[in-house]
Every structure is written in structure tokens, then in C-alpha cells.
């Protein structure tokens, strides 16, 4: 899934607002001030590291959305050139696709 810059400024926003909702749980659950923002602090950096954890591994394992529309892409443009090539070989007449074969030693001598 690719993430538009509208997408990540709301994506950034939400992370902002669960950290000041976490301040408030927190405070209502009889943590002080200082604690609650301390607390609320602490829970919103282990959610950040557990997500920054899932992109580091999406990154070395090669799993990230660019490389996938790469891969997925080259399939497509290797099927594509494939298919185009075996049509145009077809369409040539038998003896200069014997002389094709023997240039790239795919035919007899």
C-alpha cells in the first residue's frame, strides 16, 4: 500500500492525538501530570519502535511497496517482450529463422 503526503500528514496527526489521548488515559487513571506525560511518552516511543521495527524488516527483506511494483512491473514487460519476440520470429520465413538459430547456437551447424 503506498501512503500519499495527505495520507502521512494524517498518519502524523493521529500519532500526535494518540499520544495526547494516552496523556489524558493516563491522567484520568490517577497518574500526576509529569507521570502521565512521562508514561504516555513511553507508550507512544514503543509504539513508534515497533513500527519503524516492521519497516526495517520489510526493508531487508526486500518486501516494501516499490520493489514489489518493480518486480511485478519487470515480470509483466519480460512476458510482454517475450511474447513479442516469438511473434516475430514466427513471422519469419523458415530459412532466416534457421540462420537466427544458428547465429545464437540454438541450431544445428
Known sequence: MAITKGQSLL??????AFGGLGYGLFRAN??????????ASGLLMLVVLG?????????LTGNM????????????YDAFTDAELQRRFE???????????RETGQGEA
Open 91 to 101: 513471422a519469419l520465413p523458415p530459412e532466416e529463422q534457421e540462420r537466427l538459430l
Open 30 to 39: 490517577g497518574f500526576e501530570g509529569f507521570s502521565a506525560g512521562i508514561a
Open 51 to 59: 513500527w519503524t521495527a516492521t519497516y526495517l524488516l520489510r526493508a
Open 11 to 16: 498518519l502524523g496527526t493521529a500519532v500526535l
Open 65 to 76: 511497496t516499490y520493489m514489489q511494483q518493480r518486480r511485478t512491473y519487470r515480470q509483466a
